[in-house]
């Protein structure tokens, strides 16, 4: 082998492991995120109910970003210990009501 052979392979050895590298480190922050959602889960089953629970599954297939912020808000108060007791399906209603912006009628009138 040729020293600009040698070299190659070096190069190449060197290129494989940090391509490995990047694939442990992403696995890694993948089964991180994975297990970190399967706690908030656990968390929204114990604090809501079940309609309410379904309520929300319905929401986050429609709206998914109004899902996650009223998730957010409910987990917040959680971890306050605002919460006192299951957030029901009338209790979430209000919550919804209180986030999802009011839609605007808008009219049209011809003279």
């Known amino acids: 082998m040729s020293m600009e052979d040698q070299e190659l392979e070096a190069i190449r050895r060197r290129k494989l492991a940090e391509?490995?590298?990047?694939?442990?480190?992403?696995?890694?922050?993948q089964e991180q995120n994975e297990a970190a959602e399967a706690q908030r889960q656990n968390v929204m089953r114990a604090i809501l109910t079940p309609g309410a629970r379904e309520r929300l599954g319905r929401l986050k297939t429609a709206y998914p970003d109004i899902a996650a912020s009223v998730e957010d808000q409910l987990l917040s108060l959680y971890s306050s210990g605002r919460l006192r007791q299951q957030v029901d399906d009338e209790t979430l209603k209000r919550i919804l009501g209180q986030v999802v912006p009011r839609k605007r009628d808008i009219k049209i009138e011809r003279r």
Request: glycine share 10%; net charge neutral; no cysteine.
């Open 19 to 29: 391509l490995g590298q990047h694939q442990q480190a992403a696995q890694a922050q």
